[in-house]
């Protein structure tokens, strides 16, 4: 397996994942189905779960990355020796500028997404 497939496949699980789901809680909440301000929360809200969700995986691949040819760890034993030396927070180090990148990709993302299925939806009645 490739450590960028992982990466990527945990980022953007949690964020197709989580999008819907916000939306639907803010509409229940009172926020307008079609509104702006409701593509924009539930978009920051995938864009935050899903950097604490790819954030740790990225720390694995960027060491992983780094360590090519210079050493023959392993990832179990990297994700192991990682909480053990450096503490669990060392897994979300990168945090903010990947939160900061990722919010700004789900934002354009689900609106330009929310706007063309508005576009594509027949006419009612």
Known sequence: WSPNVARC??????????????????????FPAG???????????AGFVSSIASTP???????????????????VSLALRIPREEGVLAFYKGFWPLFQRKVTWTVIFFTA??????LAAPPPN
């Open 9 to 30: 496949f945990v980022g953007n699980a949690a964020e197709l994942g989580c999008y819907d789901q916000f939306k639907q809680t803010l509409i229940e909440k009172g």
């Open 35 to 45: 509104g702006a301000a409701t593509h924009l929360a539930a978009s920051a809200g």
């Open 57 to 75: 995986v990225d720390v694995l691949k960027t060491r992983l990355q780094a360590s090519a040819g210079l050493s023959n760890e392993g990832l």
């Open 113 to 118: 997404y929310e706007q063309l299925r508005a």
